[in-house]
Nanobody
Framework: HVQLVESGGGSVQPGGSLRLSCVASGYTIRSGCLGWFRQTPGKEREGVAY????????YYVDSVKGRFTISRDNAKNTLDLQMVSLKPEDTAMYYC????????????????WGQGTQVTVS
């Protein structure tokens, strides 16, 4: 049984920082793509960043480049998202996700999802 559990969300002022973490169980994170997504009420879930399984290549959407950093710890089986210089438009529910494939995508076409952690910037 695969389980992804996020933590680290909260409320911060604009310009502040947060670090989100995702712990995986029942799944080896280095075996597939890992991504962070976010969603606000009434909008579709959007990809924020992903990391590839083999070479650890990083991809970010333009709106977070230079401010967010995705990383993984294979030993701990965790995925993190460091967020700095947060803006009100970053407010959303953030989800970590895993895709059992080596073909990664920023689209929300992932196999396993966490329950989400809320980030509020105001």
């Amino acid at each position: 049984h695969v389980q992804l559990v996020e933590s680290g969300g909260g409320s911060v002022q604009p310009g502040g920082s947060l670090r989100l973490s995702c712990v995986a169980s029942g799944y080896t994170i280095r075996s597939g793509c890992l991504g962070w997504f976010r969603q606000t009420p009434g909008k579709e879930r959007e990809g924020v960043a992903y990391i590839t399984p083999a070479d650890g290549m990083l991809y970010y959407v333009d709106s977070v480049k230079g401010r967010f950093t995705i990383s993984r710890d294979n030993a701990k089986n965790t995925l993190d998202l460091q967020m700095v210089s947060l803006k009100p438009e970053d407010t959303a529910m953030y989800y970590c996700a895993a895709r059992a494939s080596r073909a990664c995508t920023i689209l929300p076409e992932y196999d396993y999802w966490g329950q989400g952690t809320q980030v509020t910037v105001s």
